[in-house]
């Protein structure tokens, strides 16, 4: 019989951020809707979570109920103002979402995403030449991060900046996305978000004096000629741009490494076949995925599983889980294969409304670097032991050591 203690999900149990996997296992078969005591509902199977993901629930925490997330919520505003996450499309439900996600929708289409190719093979080369000049070197330092961190800043025509500043204050900011357990951590995401909205600001005024053919200029004119987007507004959205735009690539690219090397048939397979290599990034996606929750509110009572979750909750729907949920991907779903034909069905970029604008450019950016790098370096491998970056949702090696012969 199994413990009640070990069916709740504990995120900060020992062990946790190496294998996440074991306790949404249990969840999934235990109690794969479980109304948790800490105030919120966490969702774990893959039909739940994909219908919750389409049902329209709100992303607001205007509309949370009186309870421990939002206290969370003014915690993370003190002084009353909405920081910059909140004013993003991110956390807003329609109409303003289906306002402000048009203003970008056109800048991330396939056929705009897929012109950007020849840039992104040209930085990843440079990255792997560099890999490959160092013999061992961190993957995140010399691809994973640079590369989709180099192409949303030239997307959104950003004037150089203090990169080492701005990682640092995304990697605080991100942490709002996840569940917070202590004041400090709290004020920290608070004095993030203020930073770097300042940062933003000044870089939208270095903007309005020297525009070009980019999307933060095209952002600007938006705000001036049709009113669309007031300035508090404007500077959410090119955070969320910014932050969005590489924090969740940067995870794709070192799990997916991080997969291939724990499974060397599967690393076989993809340098023997390399025209599976669209499929091998939707498998990576779904295997080991870079945003482990989404989350919702619910503004009227919603039935899941034969349970109901009164208005005003804080749902966790737990992406990582549905896409190890037996029940759809079958027996095998705990392990990678790179074939798998329903992998394109991983919910790693949501669904729905709110479904990722970056999917194409992730998935790009994703395919050219790993592709290229086991095909650059046959003899790639561990060069001592994976770090993980300590976050519950955006899970993915803070470090991570390779050794390479170029």
Request: aromatic share 6%; glycine share 6%; with cysteine.
């Amino acid at each position: 019989m199994t413990n009640t203690d070990e069916l709740l999900f504990n995120p900060f149990a020992p062990g946790f951020f190496e294998d996440p996997y074991t306790q949404y296992k249990l969840l999934r078969d235990e109690d794969p809707v479980q109304s948790h005591p800490l105030g919120f509902w966490f969702v774990s199977r893959y039909e739940d979570v994909s219908a919750l993901l389409r049902a329209g629930l709100s992303v607001e925490m205007r509309n949370l109920a009186e309870g421990p997330f939002l206290d969370q919520q003014a915690a993370l505003t003190p002084d009353g103002e909405p920081g910059a996450l909140n004013l993003s499309m991110l956390d807003r439900d329609p109409p303003d979402h289906t306002r402000l996600r048009s203003l970008v929708t056109k800048v991330f289409t396939r056929r705009a995403v897929a012109a950007l190719e020849p840039q992104i093979a040209a930085l990843v080369d440079a990255a792997l030449d560099r890999m490959a000049e160092k013999g061992t070197s961190d993957l995140v330092e010399e691809l994973a991060f640079p590369l989709p961190f180099a192409v949303i800043s030239a997307m959104l025509g950003m004037p150089p900046t203090d990169h080492a500043r701005i990682r640092e204050l995304s990697g605080t900011l991100v942490r709002s996305l996840e569940i917070v357990a202590d004041d400090d951590t709290m004020r920290a995401i608070a004095a993030a978000d203020a930073e770097l909205s300042a940062i933003t600001r000044s870089v939208i005024e270095w903007k309005r004096d020297h525009p070009a053919d980019d999307l933060l200029t095209a952002l600007i004119a938006a705000e001036h000629d049709g009113q669309v987007l007031d300035g508090d507004e404007l500077v959410a959205q090119v955070v969320l741009l910014y932050v969005a735009g590489h924090e969740t690539t940067v995870n794709l690219i070192a799990n997916g490494v991080n997969a291939l090397l724990r499974n060397p048939d599967q690393l076989a397979l993809l340098r023997s076949r390399p025209e599976l290599a669209p499929n091998a990034v939707e498998e990576f996606l779904r295997y080991d995925s870079p945003v482990q929750q989404t989350r919702r509110i619910t503004t009227s009572p919603y039935s899941v599983a034969g349970k109901e979750i009164p208005p005003g909750t804080f749902v966790l729907a737990c992406l990582a889980s549905a896409n190890r949920d037996e029940r759809f991907f079958g027996p095998d779903a705990a392990d990678l294969r790179l074939d798998r034909a329903e992998a394109r069905h991983q919910v790693s970029f949501g669904a729905g409304p709110h479904h990722c604008l970056g999917a194409a450019l992730a998935r790009l950016e994703g395919q050219v670097a790993i592709s290229r790098l086991v095909r650059r370096f046959p003899d790639l491998e561990f060069a001592g032991k994976l770090e993980w970056n300590g976050r519950i949702n955006l899970r993915g090696p803070a470090k991570f050591p390779v050794t390479v012969r170029g």
